[in-house]
């Protein structure tokens, strides 16, 4: 049933608001793993993939906001990352 993969999937994405917010703020990788972060992006395309081979519902809707927020939050530690590089 879709209904538990999207209530485990709604627990997972509320921290990457906040993520998002402390690595936008901060301006700073610390604290922050990109191999975590890829690894991560990478569940989620295999979960995406998975709702293709076996069948669509709407829990791919939030595998796909999943994996955007997790793609920004690699978008920024790369931001900060230059940025620390230029202090």
């Known amino acids: 049933m879709a209904l538990f993969e ?7 994405g509320a921290a990457w ?6 690595s936008y703020t901060s301006r700073s990788t610390a604290g922050k793993s ?5 690894v991560v992006w ?3 395309i295999f979960g995406i ?5 076996r069948g ?7 595998y796909i906001l999943n994996l955007a927020m997790v793609s920004m939050d690699i978008g ?3 931001r900060n990352q230059s940025l620390q590089k230029e202090e």
């Open 17 to 22: 608001p906040f993520s998002l917010y402390r």
């Open 42 to 44: 990478l569940g989620y």
């Open 6 to 12: 999207v209530l485990m999937l709604l627990c997972f």
């Open 76 to 78: 920024l530690y790369y």
């Open 34 to 38: 990109v191999t975590f972060l890829w």
């Open 49 to 53: 993939i998975n709702k293709f081979v």
């Open 56 to 62: 669509l519902d709407y829990a791919l809707a939030f």
